[in-house]
C-alpha cells in the first residue's frame, strides 16, 4: 500500500497551489474605504491612511470613499497631490519604509499618476510583480533567499528574481532590470526565456494595507555553467535544488507566498509539456 504522496507528487502540487491560491484572495481591511483619484476606483484606503489624509486639500474623506483629486486629470497637478498625499502618510507612520521609487496609479489599465511606492499598501493600489523562474539544463531550481534587511518577507526563499514594475515601465524590460540587479544576468543568458505572462491577482490583508497585485511570470533554462550572482544587496543567498526540495520548502513555508504560486505553477506547466518529468 502506498505510503503518503512525494514532495512533487502531481497532487500534491496541486493541493499545495489550491491552498496557497486561496490564502491570497481576502476581503479588504475593517474599515477601509473604497479609493477614488481623479474620479475613478482605484484601490482600497486603511482606516489609518483615511485619518492621515483627511485635512489634505483636494482630499475628502467620505462615509463611503476617500476622494484624492476629484475633478483632476493625469497630469502635473495630479502628481504634486499624489506626492503630498505620500507624504502626509509618511509624517502620519502609515508607511513601512520609503523607497523613493514611483509606480504606477491607474483605474482598469487607464493611467492616472504616480505615487512614492512605499504608499501602494496603505491604498490599496494595484502593483505588478515581475518574476523570472529559473531553471538549471539538468531540471533543477534557482532560488534566491532575501536579505535580512529586507522589509518584507525577509530571509525568506524567492524566485531567482522577482521584483515591481516601475512608472511607466514596459513588463519586459522591467523583469531584464530585475534579472540584472539581483541575479547579475544579461539578456544573452534570457534568450530562451518564456513571455511574462499573468497567473493570477492577489488580494491579501497586511500589516500596512491591502496588497492587491497582478503576479506575472517568464520562465527559462539558464546556460550550463552560469552562476547568477546578486548585485543590489537584496539577495542573501542563490542557490539550485531538485524539484521535491523545492516542494517541501513551499509546503513548510519557507518561500514567499507569490513565489511559492509562480513554481508550482511552472513545474505544473512544464510537466503538461513533457519537459520535466
Same mark, same amino acid.
Given at each position: ?31 477601509? /474605504?473604497?479609493?477614488?483619484? &481623479? %474620479?475613478?476606483?482605484? *484601490?482600497?484606503?486603511?482606516? !489609518? =491612511?483615511?485619518?492621515? +489624509? @483627511?485635512? #489634505? ?45 514611483? /509606480?504606477?496609479?491607474?483605474? &482598469? %489599465?487607464?493611467?492616472? *499618476?504616480?505615487?512614492?511606492? !512605499? =504608499?501602494?499598501?496603505? +491604498? @490599496?493600489? #494595484? ?60 539578456? !544573452? ?6 513571455? #511574462? ?81
Amino acid at each position: 500500500m502506498p505510503n503518503k504522496l512525494s514532495h512533487d507528487d502531481p497532487a500534491r502540487l496541486a493541493a499545495l497551489y489550491t491552498q496557497l491560491a486561496q490564502r491570497v484572495q481576502e476581503h479588504p481591511p475593517e474599515l477601509a /474605504l473604497p479609493l477614488y483619484v &481623479a %474620479d475613478r476606483c482605484c *484601490g482600497w484606503a486603511t482606516h !489609518a =491612511a483615511c485619518d492621515a +489624509l @483627511g485635512r #489634505l486639500p483636494q482630499v475628502q474623506v467620505q462615509p463611503d470613499a476617500l476622494r484624492i483629486g476629484t475633478g483632476l486629470a493625469a497630469g502635473p497637478q495630479l502628481d504634486a497631490l499624489l506626492a503630498s498625499v505620500a507624504q502626509a502618510l509618511r509624517d502620519a507612520d502609515c508607511l513601512r519604509g520609503w523607497r523613493d521609487e514611483l /509606480l504606477d496609479v491607474t483605474a &482598469a %489599465d487607464d493611467y492616472l *499618476g504616480a505615487i512614492e511606492r !512605499a =504608499a501602494m499598501r496603505p +491604498l @490599496g493600489l #494595484l502593483t505588478r510583480a515581475v518574476h523570472l523562474n529559473a531553471w538549471t539544463p539538468d531540471g533543477r531550481l534557482w532560488i534566491a533567499r532575501r536579505a535580512l534587511s529586507k522589509s518584507t518577507d525577509p530571509g525568506m526563499w524567492d524566485t531567482l528574481v522577482g521584483g515591481l514594475a516601475g512608472s511607466r515601465e514596459d513588463l519586459e524590460q522591467a523583469l531584464l532590470r530585475e534579472c540584472a540587479e539581483e541575479a547579475g544576468l544579461e539578456p !544573452a543568458q534570457l534568450a530562451g526565456r518564456s513571455p #511574462l505572462r499573468t497567473i493570477l491577482r492577489m488580494h491579501r490583508r497586511l500589516p500596512e494595507g491591502y496588497q492587491v497585485e497582478d503576479l506575472l511570470t517568464s520562465t527559462c533554462v539558464l546556460p550550463a555553467g552560469a552562476q547568477p550572482a546578486n548585485r543590489d544587496g537584496e539577495v542573501m543567498e542563490i542557490a539550485h535544488v531538485p524539484i521535491g526540495e523545492a516542494v517541501r520548502r513551499i509546503g513548510e513555508g519557507e518561500f514567499t507566498v507569490e513565489a511559492a504560486l509562480v513554481i508550482l505553477e511552472d513545474i505544473t506547466q512544464r510537466r503538461a509539456r513533457g519537459e520535466i518529468r
